[in-house]
């Protein structure tokens, strides 16, 4: 199963602790049913992180150790991308869920992201996004949506079917903005691509960022791509090579002082002593959190999330949950199980 193959990317790594030997038993079935080949990548216990081993440039207290985990296992996967030079890697945590449809998706992705950083056919430097690659002094008002049935011709890329040139794909988060209209370096064009059916309904969808602009000013099943713009949680990105390396120098040897999800807002949106860098995200995301029955102590290896009991397991926002519909695929039914299907919707 080679994954650069079509829409996918060269390899997929899986972030994970090796003592969530349920985690590892959840993704490793989720990949095999989606035809996907994952490689797991060690979780860090934040405590075993020598002092000396963590970049610190300003004053400021030690991380928390969840968070100092956290990081070092992300920059761990990093690093083997960086080490075996690989072309494109898709980088998962190991608690994420994705629809059944996922190679679809990715497709559509891919044809947006080229839409927005390719060159229009045959006119070197001229882009669709005429605020790309940053917005110029004469760059101002509103841009105009670019739908995504209605998508130009631009130059076929070269080195990914993504497009050239990009470091970042954030495609699993909690909440992602658009690009502020006040930001001066990131570029403020979007893809949207209206009547996606593999977007749940509205009153299923959630973000930590507010306010949330897709649901707010969209019409339902909008999906959106775009720059990043405060991403929130890293439970998904694909990197390039170039961005691999880029990663290993502006978030592994520069001042840690947050958590790993902010340092990548950081990497994208050029703060903190960091350098601007080509992302791009998708909202709402194809890489989502399950919430698998039982103990709600077991949701997290961060954060407390209490000592409650879930009787149902679920995963936000995704319609045709692979790990929902493991019965059916298993069985090699078509029937799927809709988390989310229209009719609920009021």
């Avoid at 992201?113 to 760059?139: E, F």
């Avoid at 841009?143 to 890329?157: A, C, M, Y």
Wanted: negative net charge.
């Amino acid at each position: 199963m080679a994954n650069f193959i079509g829409y996918l990317f060269h390899e997929i790594l899986v972030v994970g602790l090796p003592s969530r030997t349920d985690r590892r038993d959840g993704m490793f079935l989720q990949a095999a049913l989606s035809n996907l080949d994952i490689k797991f990548v060690d979780g860090i216990n934040g405590k075993d992180i020598p002092q000396k081993a963590i970049p610190i440039t300003t004053e400021h207290e030690r991380m928390n150790d969840a968070s100092l985990g956290s990081w070092r296992a992300h920059m761990n996967a990093i690093q083997e991308v960086v080490r075996r030079n690989l072309t494109t890697a898709l980088i998962l945590e190991d608690d994420v869920d994705w629809d059944v449809r996922i190679r679809h998706q990715l497709k559509d992705f891919a044809l947006s992201t080229r839409a927005l950083i390719q060159p229009i056919t045959g006119t070197p430097g001229l882009y669709v996004d005429s605020t790309y690659p940053s917005p110029s002094s004469q760059s101002s008002g509103i841009l105009p949506d670019i739908p995504f049935n209605g998508l130009p011709s631009t130059d076929p890329p070269k080195l990914s079917p993504y497009g050239d040139g990009w470091d970042l794909f954030w495609v699993g988060h909690c909440g992602m903005h658009f690009p502020f209209d006040n930001n001066p370096t990131l570029p403020k064009g979007r893809v949207i691509h209206f009547g996606d059916e593999t977007v749940a309904g509205k009153r299923h969808l959630w973000t930590f960022n507010d306010p949330f602009t897709l649901k707010d000013k969209y019409p339902e099943h909008t999906r959106a791509v775009h720059h990043v713009q405060e991403g929130v949680c890293s439970l998904g990105y694909a990197i390039s090579q170039a961005g691999a390396r880029k990663l290993l120098y502006e978030v592994g040897l520069k001042d840690v002082a947050d958590a790993f999800d902010i340092l990548l807002r950081f990497f994208c949106e050029g703060a903190k002593g960091r350098k601007h860098h080509n992302c791009l995200t998708v909202q709402p995301a194809l890489f989502h959190h399950h919430r698998a029955a039982g103990p709600l102590s077991a949701s997290s290896d961060i954060s407390d999330h209490g000592s409650g009991f879930r009787d149902k397991g679920s995963t936000d926002m995704v319609r045709w949950s692979v790990r929902l519909n493991a019965d059916v695929l298993l069985e090699g039914g078509t029937e799927m199980i809709d988390q989310y299907p229209d009719n609920d919707d009021t």
